[in-house]
């Protein structure tokens, strides 16, 4: 009984900028890593970026100085905000968390995705 709703998605010009949210909602007890994946059409899924609890932060080498993750343990949330946007960061994005229920059980959730366009 989690969910991760993500929102922010949309069509960007090449180098405009957009934020992503993602917030994740029901029977929470903590939440460890939160992290950004995202899937071009004909590739695999891929990791953007990863923020620990201790806010500890990886990026992929091709959105690293652009994006930036970020967390809000108040608000169960996590964002990613993309910079300098280039076409090739066209895909859906999904959020994903390793959530921890209130009954203790952990395991990883993923949101449905957002679709991000950029128009060169």
């Known amino acids: 009984q989690v969910q991760l709703v993500e929102s922010g998605g949309g069509l960007a010009q090449a180098g405009g900028s957009l934020r992503l949210s993602c917030a994740a909602s029901g029977s929470i007890f903590s939440i460890g890593n939160m992290g950004w994946y995202r899937q071009a059409p004909g590739k695999q899924r891929e990791s953007v970026a990863i923020?620990?609890?201790?806010?500890?932060?990886i990026y992929v080498d091709s959105v690293k100085g652009r994006f930036t993750i970020s967390r809000d343990n108040a608000k169960n949330t996590v964002y990613l905000q993309m910079n300098s946007l280039k076409p090739e960061d066209t895909a859906v994005y999904y959020c994903?968390?390793?959530?921890?229920?209130?009954?203790?059980?952990?395991?990883?959730?993923w949101g449905k995705g957002t679709l991000v366009t950029v128009s060169s």
């Open positions: 923020i620990t609890t201790d806010n500890s932060t």
């Open positions: 994903n968390a390793f959530v921890v229920t209130r009954t203790y059980s952990g395991m990883n959730y």
